[in-house]
T-cell receptor, first 116, second 112 residues
Framework: ETGVTQTPRHLVMGMTNKKSLKCEQHLGHNAMYWYKQSAKKPLELMFVYSLEERVENNSVPSRFSPECPNSSHLFLHLHTLQPEDSALYLC???????????????FGPGTRLTVL | DQQVKQNSPSLSVQEGRISILNCDYTNSMFDYFLWYKKYPAEGPTFLISISSIKDKNEDGRFTVFLNKSAKHLSLHIVPSQPGDSAVYFCAASANGDDKIIFGKGTRLHILP
């Protein structure tokens, strides 16, 4: 596997379900990100992990819970979501600017989430 | 307040001609700028970047120009090809900050 992978690619869940999105990067990066893209809206940054520490939580509701067990893996745990949470969820990775590098982010293909 | 602005939601260009996508920013702390291309239902793909110590960076058909005094950058694609039809995002980051701030994107249509 190369680049940034995300599973599952598609997910349909009810409002009472609990599910998790998984992201894995094979680029040797030390920062990972979750973004949300809703229809006709710009990319919304949700969470940033740099050097395995959460450095940004962009006012995201607590029904979204990130986890970064190591620099290669990032999870987004979902519970009691709302229909308006239906969107494309994108994971990205980069070198951390806080480590002195330039941080072009490389994105995964996304998980298309539908909440019924 | 939008720190990275792409004021043209869409742009149509004839195949073979030059496409010019524009971007303005407000934060003078930004020192690294990026362009991404996105197809529907896919993640954005990194295209080209430029640091604030340069005013031009070229990679094949893609050239990014940076005008720091005007807080403006542009992406030139020449010659434009049908596969260039996509949404293009301008983005910027500041030294020491792991966030990248994205613009809202410009949809480029390459006409046959």
């Amino acid at each position: 596997e190369t680049g940034v992978t995300q599973t599952p690619r598609h997910l349909v869940m009810g409002m009472t379900n609990k599910k998790s999105l998984k992201c894995e990067q094979h680029l040797g990066h030390n920062a990972m990100y979750w973004y949300k893209q809703s229809a006709k809206k710009p990319l919304e940054l949700m969470f940033v992990y740099s050097l395995e520490e959460r450095v940004e939580n962009n006012s995201v509701p607590s029904r979204f819970s990130p986890e970064c067990p190591n620099s290669s893996h990032l999870f987004l745990h979902l519970h009691t979501l709302q229909p308006e949470d239906s969107a494309l969820y994108l994971c990205a990775s980069s070198q951390a600017r806080t480590s002195g590098a330039y941080n072009e982010q490389f994105f995964g293909p996304g998980t298309r989430l539908t909440v019924l | 307040d939008q720190q990275v602005k792409q004021n043209s939601p869409s742009l149509s260009v004839q195949e073979g001609r030059i496409s010019i996508l524009n971007c303005d920013y407000t934060n003078s702390m930004f020192d690294y700028f990026l362009w991404y291309k996105k197809y529907p239902a896919e993640g954005p793909t990194f295209l080209i970047s430029i640091s604030s110590i340069k005013d031009k960076n070229e990679d094949g058909r893609f050239t990014v120009f940076l005008n720091k005094s005007a807080k403006h950058l542009s992406l030139h694609i020449v010659p434009s090809q049908p596969g260039d039809s996509a949404v293009y995002f301008c983005a910027a980051s500041a030294n020491g900050d792991d966030k990248i701030i994205f613009g809202k994107g410009t949809r480029l249509h390459i006409l046959p």
